[in-house]
């Protein structure tokens, strides 16, 4: 993985493949992660949320991403996920989300892209989302 991403090729991560790209986990009792973007990952076992945070949240646009082409800031996606990214640098984030705090659900930088929501089951805006990194790696 850490050699594919260095070859420059678009790289898309979901849900545990956003969170795999971080430099540490506080899942199952603390865990190193890849490093490839720098940052944590944090629990939500925080204000009584109901956790996992699953169903249907909207995504804010705080950037331009290619991966968002002809998606509207505010769209609906599906999420299932116990933990969030919490990134150092705040320029990485390209969507963002809240339950229970704002939190990143899209994080870009460079040849890689990850998004804490699942695409795939958030139906036709998901299918948009695909197409949008096809066309990536078709002209990559």
């Known amino acids: 993985l850490l ?23 506080d899942e199952g009792g603390g865990q190193d992660c890849l490093g490839l973007l720098p940052g ?3 629990h939500f076992g925080f204000q009584n949320l109901k956790v996992p945070h699953m169903g249907w949240n909207q995504v804010d ?24 990214p919490a990134p150092e640098d705040s320029e990485l984030a390209v969507g963002e989300t809240t339950y229970g705090l704002t939190f990143p659900s899209v994080l870009a930088r460079d040849n890689v892209v990850a998004t804490q929501f699942h695409p795939e089951k958030s139906g036709e805006v998901g299918l948009r989302l695909y197409a949008n990194f096809a066309a990536w790696v078709r002209e990559a």
Not at 6 to 23: E, K, N, V
């Open 3 to 25: 050699e594919y991403v260095a070859s420059g090729r678009p790289f898309l991560g979901i849900c545990m493949g956003l969170q795999a790209l971080l430099d540490h986990s």
């Open 40 to 42: 944590q990952v944090r």
């Open 61 to 84: 646009w705080v950037r331009e991403h290619r991966l968002t082409e002809g998606i509207p800031s505010g769209t609906y996606f599906y999420f299932v996920h116990s933990f969030y």
